[in-house]
């Protein structure tokens, strides 16, 4: 008896603001991703992020320039069972929001888990550049994981 096994589409929840999410969201478009957009005014609600599921094969990237605005949905994220979790930033970001967040109490391995800054390519100087270069990097990780089941 033959033995076939499906495994689940990518999907994205992707989270931010400015040209960079409109170019995430473009790009996942155009490659047929499966893709939850989540504007800051979409956060400013309140109820967008607590509604948010993710499970294994889902991936979270936040782009917020205004990183105190990633604090709750990267905790949230950090809790679940993305297998990505990612958000920009250089260096002075990803120090910052570390500290932020161990001072909301995300356990040091929580915080592991978080990819900063994002994407294949170091210091992209585009919204375009940045889009392509983070997708790649969740897709290959997507691709591993489907390698491996």
């Known amino acids: 008896m033959a033995h076939r096994t499906y495994l689940p589409s990518l999907k994205l929840v992707v989270m931010g ?13 155009a490659m047929k991703i499966d893709v939850d957009v989540l504007s800051r005014d979409d956060l400013t609600l309140g109820l967008a992020a607590r509604n948010v599921r993710y499970d294994l094969w889902t991936a979270c990237l936040l782009l917020f320039h205004d990183h105190e605005w990633e604090l709750a949905p990267l905790e949230q994220a950090l809790t ?7 958000a920009q930033g250089g260096e002075r970001a990803r120090y910052d929001r570390t500290l932020a967040l161990a001072a909301r109490g995300v356990s040091e391995e929580q915080i ?6 994002v994407g294949l390519m170091p210091a992209c100087k585009s ?14 990780r997507y691709e591993q994981m489907r390698a491996a089941a």
Do not use: M
């Open 80 to 86: 679940s069972e993305a297998f990505y979790i990612g």
């Open 112 to 117: 592991a888990r978080l990819t900063s800054p």
């Open 127 to 140: 919204p375009r550049t940045l889009a392509l270069s983070a997708v790649s990097e969740i897709v290959d």
């Open 17 to 29: 603001e400015g040209p960079e999410l409109k170019a995430v969201a473009s790009l996942c478009s």
